[in-house]
Nanobody, 117 residues
Framework: QVQLVESGGGLVKPGGSLRLSCTAS????????MDWHRQAAGNERELVAT???????TYADSVKGRFTISRDNTKRTVYLQMNSLKPADTAVYYC???????????WGQGTQVAVSS
C-alpha cells in the first residue's frame, strides 16, 4: 500500500500563499491519480484538485484560478500551490492516491491550513 505524508500547512493571513507537499512511499509515475481534499470543521470532506498520471488537472470551482496542483514523479511528490488564500480555505488538507485501474487508494494523515488575520 502506498503511504502518503503531507507537509507545508500552517497559519497564513488572508491573501497569502502556502505550498503543500505530499510525498509517496512508492513510485507514482504510472497509473496514479493524485488528489488533494480538504475538510473544514463541521463539514464533509471535499475534493479540491486532481492530477492524473498524464498531467491532466481539475479543480473545484471554489479554488479555480487560485490553486495549482502539480507533480514531480522523480521525487514521488505532489504539490498544491495555494495563492490568494481566504478564511474559507481554512481546513485540514489531505492527499489521496488512487490506482487508475485497480482502484486501490490510500490517504495521508492531513495537514492543517488556517487563514486568519
Amino acid at each position: 500500500q502506498v503511504q502518503l505524508v503531507e507537509s507545508g500547512g500552517g497559519l497564513v493571513k488572508p491573501g497569502g500563499s502556502l505550498r503543500l507537499s505530499c510525498t509517496a512511499s512508492a513510485s507514482i509515475t504510472r497509473f496514479a491519480i493524485m488528489d488533494w481534499h480538504r475538510q473544514a470543521a463541521g463539514n464533509e470532506r471535499e475534493l479540491v484538485a486532481t492530477i492524473t498520471s498524464s498531467g491532466l488537472t481539475t479543480y473545484a470551482d471554489s479554488v479555480k484560478g487560485r490553486f495549482t496542483i502539480s507533480r514531480d514523479n522523480t521525487k514521488r511528490t505532489v504539490y498544491l500551490q495555494m495563492n490568494s488564500l481566504k478564511p474559507a480555505d481554512t481546513a485540514v488538507y489531505y492527499c489521496k492516491y488512487a490506482h487508475e485501474f485497480t482502484g486501490r487508494s490510500s490517504w495521508g494523515q492531513g495537514t492543517q491550513v488556517a487563514v486568519s488575520s
